[in-house]
């Protein structure tokens, strides 16, 4: 029986939709509401005991412009599954999965420092490897290629600092 598979006889939620994947792993999307429910079935009742990466994808202009993905492992039972979800607007936010895998604290923090992407109950939530203050999400469509000038921060903290 594979990750999905227990995973509905677990009970899945409604939102499930089974997506199709390039490697062969078991992948799914769920509504965002659904997310942590999910997560916690799958660690709980269907042996996924690692969280290997969380990472998103700007899907702009889509609405739901960015799709975030948890990738978890089962040693007990040899697989792994992919959850995905979309979510949108000016603040985009899901709820942290810290509780459940607190090794998936950075790897959340680089999703809000590269995406902008909120991650509701993580309690160290800050910059990874921008600086504060940034204004910027670097992995996000409207970046600039060339990047963003940084000598007006530069000369920013300077001012602070003396």
Same mark, same amino acid.
């Not at 590269?114 to 921008?130: N, T, Y």
């Given at each position: 029986m594979n990750g999905l598979e227990r995973l509905q006889a677990a009970g899945a939620p409604a939102s499930l939709?089974?997506?199709?994947?390039?490697d062969n792993a078991a992948c799914v999307r769920v509504a965002a509401a659904d997310v942590y429910g999910t997560l916690q079935t799958l660690r709980d009742a269907c042996g996924f005991g690692t969280?290997?990466?969380?990472? &998103?994808? $700007?899907?702009?202009? &889509?609405? $739901?412009r960015f799709e975030i993905a948890w990738q978890l492992r089962s040693v007990e039972h040899v697989d792994r599954i992919r959850v995905t979800t979309r979510v949108g607007g000016d603040a985009p936010s899901v709820r942290s999965a810290t509780d459940l895998w607190p090794g998936s604290a950075y790897m959340e923090r680089e999703c809000y420092d590269?995406?902008?992407?909120?991650?509701?109950?993580?309690?160290?939530?800050?910059?990874?490897?921008?600086p504060e203050g940034y204004d910027h999400f670097p992995l996000r469509k409207e970046f600039p290629h060339q990047g963003i000038e940084p000598d007006r921060l530069y000369r920013e903290w300077e001012r602070t600092r003396s």
């Open positions: 939709i089974e997506q199709p994947s390039r969280v290997t990466f969380i990472t &998103a994808i $700007d899907r702009s202009p &889509a609405e $739901d590269m995406f902008g992407i909120h991650f509701e109950g993580h309690v160290g939530l800050k910059r990874l490897l921008m």
